[in-house]
């Protein structure tokens, strides 16, 4: 460690396997935690490469609790979390737009870091437990077109830089790592990050992974489509900037995308948008972000035709019907 901490210092870069053998020797303990609190302060400081960060997701992935859901090519929709906006859960909430429109999902999600409600806090709130049982989670995608990977039973290697993590009190590159490491490796990611900067990073990993991607990023912070203002949509195919009167939606305002104080009022909105009684603004922002991912399995389709797609799903009760199913299966 210590040869690593001076070739920092110097300001050099680790390869990616440099920084599975870190990874993989903190799971053994072999590092005292002075020296993990360094490492990870002067990777934050100088920022992680494209290499570094894969090489730490390649060892999360072979400690982690597998699951093969292959057979179902399944999508999933995570942001990067920690843009300080606390909104309701927009990305999982779509997840059930996009399943109730037939295509199979395996969101995998946290707490939240930054918000009062992250995923598995809403659907917690719903009564689901979570698991790693693979009939419970086979049985869930095919019946609701969903399951659900709380990424706490999963990625086992984690606990061991929690208490670095917890003392340091700032983002570190496990921050990053979170919506790298869906233990079920999905065959399609839309990924969401709060800045241009974050955007080009991960598409230089997904690249180099050769992962079927989508990233968004609203321009003003958020990190998924916001409606607020304009927003970049980078894949594979395309890289594009859309305001939200390009898909014929109107601008929303941050205060109409708030989370509320509490768990409690983040699944009244997260209930209301699924029921059709939300807001005009928490729905189609919602819509927003499940076109989005239809559109990365639909390639041939432009985001106005996978919106209409999202858009019946949420209309005709088959997203709620989907997550009723997920909450039946899952409690």
């Known amino acids: 460690m210590k040869e690593y901490l001076t070739r920092l210092l110097n300001q050099e870069k680790l390869s990616s396997q440099d920084t599975k053998d870190i990874l993989m020797n903190i799971t053994k303990e072999s590092y005292p935690q002075a020296q993990i609190a360094a490492l990870l302060s002067m990777l934050q400081l100088r920022g992680v490469t494209a290499d570094e960060l894969i090489?730490?997701?390649?060892?999360?992935?072979?400690?982690?609790?597998?699951?093969?859901?292959?057979?179902?090519?399944?999508?999933?929709?995570?942001?990067?979390?920690?843009?300080?906006?606390?909104?309701?859960?927009?990305?999982?909430?779509?997840?059930?737009?996009?399943?109730g429109a037939g295509y199979k999902v395996a969101k995998h999600g946290n707490f939240g870091a930054t918000s009062?409600?992250?995923?598995?806090?809403?659907?917690?709130?719903?009564?689901?437990?979570?698991?790693?049982?693979?009939?419970?989670?086979?049985?869930?995608?095919?019946?609701?077109?969903?399951?659900?990977?709380h990424a706490q039973l999963f990625a086992k290697a984690m606990k061991f830089v929690g208490p670095t993590r917890k003392a340091l009190g700032f983002p570190t590159v496990f921050n990053l790592l979170g919506p790298l490491i869906n233990p079920c490796e999905p065959t399609y990611?839309?990924?969401?990050t709060a800045n241009?900067?974050?955007?080009?990073?991960?598409?230089n990993v997904m690249n180099k992974l050769g992962i079927r991607y989508s990233i968004v990023t609203s321009l003003d912070g958020y990190d998924e489509i916001s409606l607020t203002g304009d927003f970049k949509i980078c894949t594979s195919d395309y890289e594009h900037v859309f305001s939200p009167e390009d898909l014929g939606?109107?601008?929303?305002?941050?205060?109409?995308?708030?989370?509320?104080?509490?768990?409690?009022?983040?699944?009244?909105?997260?209930?209301?948008?699924?029921?059709?009684?939300?807001?005009?603004?928490?729905?189609?922002?919602?819509?927003?972000?499940?076109?989005a991912a239809i559109q990365l399995i639909e390639r041939e389709k432009g985001m106005a035709e996978c919106l209409d797609i999202a858009r019946e799903s949420l209309d005709s009760g088959r997203a709620l019907t989907a997550f009723n199913k997920f909450v039946e299966i899952n409690s």
Do not use: W
């Open 116 to 149: 009062v409600s992250g995923a598995s806090t809403v659907i917690q709130q719903h009564g689901v437990k979570f698991t790693v049982d693979r009939d419970t989670l086979m049985r869930s995608i095919e019946e609701a077109g969903i399951c659900y990977l």
């Open 189 to 192: 990611q839309l990924l969401g």
């Open 55 to 99: 090489g730490f997701r390649q060892a999360l992935m072979e400690t982690r609790v597998p699951v093969d859901l292959s057979p179902f090519k399944p999508l999933d929709i995570v942001g990067t979390g920690g843009d300080g906006k606390n909104t309701f859960n927009i990305s999982t909430c779509a997840c059930f737009v996009v399943a």
């Open 249 to 291: 939606l109107a601008k929303s305002f941050p205060d109409q995308l708030f989370g509320g104080a509490s768990a409690e009022d983040a699944a009244r909105i997260f209930d209301s948008v699924l029921a059709g009684t939300s807001t005009n603004s928490q729905r189609q922002t919602v819509l927003a972000n499940a076109a």
């Open 196 to 203: 241009l900067e974050q955007m080009r990073l991960y598409a």
